[in-house]
């Protein structure tokens, strides 16, 4: 027996705001030219936006415009200060992925994972974390008194076959007015919220689930007044939440070259495919990538003993359906489509708009 647990956040929270405001200047500059290298990131804090790194793009991007239309969507009612420090991509890097066969944007490595315990092919402890904050966000813009900052954690009990039994403990802490107290915030959240995402998993209620809602009795001051943010700091969240392994790069304000971002998504479409096509209950792939080299430097695939068929056959199942250089994965994907803003909140994963979660009919 053991009880996992995972996270996910709104958009209010800063770090999430970041990182959708750094993928809508990636949107914007693939919009005029889907071939920019981008890495434009920003931090946050009170009332001030920093904005800084690297573009080389022909698209003429309005970044203080686009900042602002955000921040207004989410619900600040201030004016930011905005501070800009932004350079052309590195011309070493450049020459080094910019060429005929595309080269690694970066080095490092990448995790993908997927289980057969929930229909998406994902953990259930992130996948009901990140709909209920889904649910939240869809609930707090029809109200007055709750904002768009917000957290949520789920922790599953699973059994000693590492399948999931209930949910020991649901927890939600969500920003509001002065004008709300405490147990109008623990009855409207429960119902509103909790509630009509749960309904879809009834099977996991158990009479000793624990709801916690807003434990620290209080949280009207919310956002970058109440935190700090910048971009890239929430991967867990981006991922798996904990249960499946990360890699060392962020997702967000990064374009397909970019392999901390690509390469992830491929290893998870690989890995999904994998399990959907009933080669193992449970499969992680880890690919690590040169900068500049189109092919990857290795390759491990993980099904912590549920395979159905050896091991060896799944390696050539993936060699023979699977490409996982740059150009291949930008292609098979079709990465260069203004598809990243979506991405920033609610994980990379599990969700079936993206193309990466596609289920393709492996070839024996």
Known sequence: MKILTSESVNIGHPDKTCDTIADAFLDEAIKQDKFSQMAVECAIKNDKLFIYGEATTKAKIDYDNIAREIL????????????????????????????????????????GYATNETPEYMPLPILVAQKIMMQYENFRRKSQDFFADAICQVSVEYDDFDRPKFFTTILISVSHSENIDNKQINKQIKAEVINPVLEQYKQYI?????????????????????????????IV????????????????????????????????YVAKNIVANGFADKCEIQVAYAIGLSKPVSINIDTFGTNKVEISKIYDYVSANFDFSPANIIKELDLLKPI????????HFGRKEFPWEQIKRIKA
Request: some cysteine; hydrophobic content about 30%.
């Open 206 to 234: 158990h009479k000793n689930t624990n709801y916690i809602i807003n434990p620290s009795g209080k949280f009207t001051i919310w956002g970058s007044f109440g935190d700090s943010g910048c971009v890239g700091r929430k």
């Open 340 to 347: 990243y803003k979506q991405t920033a909140c609610y994980g």
């Open 72 to 111: 207004r969507e989410i619900g600040y009612k201030n004016e930011f200060e905005i501070i800009k420090e932004i350079s052309q991509q590195s011309p070493d890097i450049n020459q080094a992925v910019v060429k005929d066969d595309i080269g690694a944007g970066d080095q490092g490595m990448v995790f």
């Open 237 to 268: 969240v981006d991922t798996y939440g904990g249960i499946g392994r990360v890699g060392g790069g962020c997702f967000s304000s990064k374009n397909a070259t970019k392999v901390d971002r690509s390469g992830a998504y491929y290893a998870r």
